[in-house]
């Protein structure tokens, strides 16, 4: 089987090159993460980040024939050949299939991805409904894998300040919660033109959300809840 | 949250203007289609009608703020920050000002001649 991976490492390359390799002995049912294990055992330079093996982690999100993908759970026999592989668009390479998620990582904080409680801790637990607890299906499962927001042109265009859509879906997870007490502050933080509205209803991150969620539904949500806050 | 909040209160404009303009352009459509066929009298007396001149006034206000907010986020999202989107949303705006009187002008001669 063959493929084209994006090559690059900074402290020795000028300039990104695809390199082209032939792995044999590979079966359709196989991943492309196990694919790319092989081929680092040819090449030992090549460099991907990968962990779990089984689409939990979110480690080896790349961009997979022009579509972005999770490797450890794409088989190899839905690829077409040669497979192109790349790092995940539009977060700086730090090497190969490498990218820093750091900003990333800032707009997921920005959205304080946590329980905010300013009453008194229950001794036992929080009580929830179990229509409340079905509120959150569709948004807790966000692994933070980065494909979402990395093919999204909105963030690609304004990656400092539109939150992205991994981060809102995160932000709509607690405001739907039936626990937390902070949703004026959460809306408040997310109005602006950049941070929330910033998305046009693309849906990329619908389309390649290795965990089937949609993000967009979740963003036209935080829309809804903050005109109904407003009014 | 506030309805003033800038984000939220530019994208509720563009929804309402959205709603109103489909509105309109539905209604007008379907009286200009079942009331034909037209002729130039007509048409002119009903521009001259005070509510249908009103309305007429509305979408064109309305398809302007559509506009002004649909450009300024293509602007916003295409060109960098700095001296050139300033160029572009004062473009942007001058353009709209323009088509604006251009369209007051028109309805009034309308009421007038």
Known sequence: MRFRIYRYNPETDTAPRMQDYEVEGLEPTMMLRDALLRIKAQDETLSFRHSCGEGVCGSDGMNINGRNGLACITPLGELKEPVVVRPLPGLPVVRDLIVDMSRFWHHYRSVRPYLIVHDPVPEVEFRQLPAQRDRLDGLYECILCACCTTSCPSFWWNPDRFRGPAALLQAYRFLADSRDQETESRLDELDGPYRLFRCHTIMNCAAVCPKGLNPTRAIHAIKKLMVEHAI | ?113
């Open chain 2, 1 to 113: 949250m506030s309805i003033r909040a800038q984000g939220l209160r530019t994208w509720l404009w563009q929804r309402l203007s959205a709603a109103y303009l489909a509105a309109f352009l539905l209604f007008s459509l379907a009286g200009w289609i079942l009331a034909g066929p037209w002729d130039y009298v007509r048409w002119r007396a009903l521009l001259t009608d005070p509510v249908y001149a009103v309305a007429t006034a509305l979408f064109f206000a309305a398809l302007l703020l559509h506009g002004w907010v649909g450009g300024r986020d293509i602007v916003m999202d295409y060109v960098p920050a700095g001296a050139l989107r300033f160029t572009a949303l004062t473009l942007l705006a001058l353009a709209v000002i323009v088509m604006g009187a251009w369209a007051v002008v028109i309805l009034l001669l309308a009421q007038i001649t």
